[in-house]
């Protein structure tokens, strides 16, 4: 198993039953450093505040699509 960064995020590779090389994002596994906002927030939020402000640029983007 390696843990790299590659595409913009960090990856575990491993080779899978047949030998072929796979990956997965790192973050789903406990190779990764635990994310500080989830050890801070102790499961009191789903959300990033990050992700919040994407999502409401989002919203606002589509509803200004269907009002044209």
């Known amino acids: 198993m390696t843990y ?3 595409w913009g995020e960090n990856r575990v590779y491993f080779q899978d ?3 072929h090389l796979a ?3 790192a ?3 406990n190779i990764a450093p635990a994310d500080p906002f989830v050890l801070i927030s102790a499961g009191r939020s789903v959300f990033r505040f ?3 402000l994407e999502l409401a ?4 983007g589509l ?6």
């Open 4 to 6: 790299r960064h590659n």
């Open 17 to 19: 039953e047949q030998g």
């Open 23 to 25: 990956s997965f994002p």
């Open 27 to 29: 973050e789903w596994t």
């Open 50 to 52: 990050q992700d919040l």
């Open 57 to 60: 640029h989002l919203v606002q």
């Open 63 to 68: 509803r200004k699509g269907r009002s044209r």
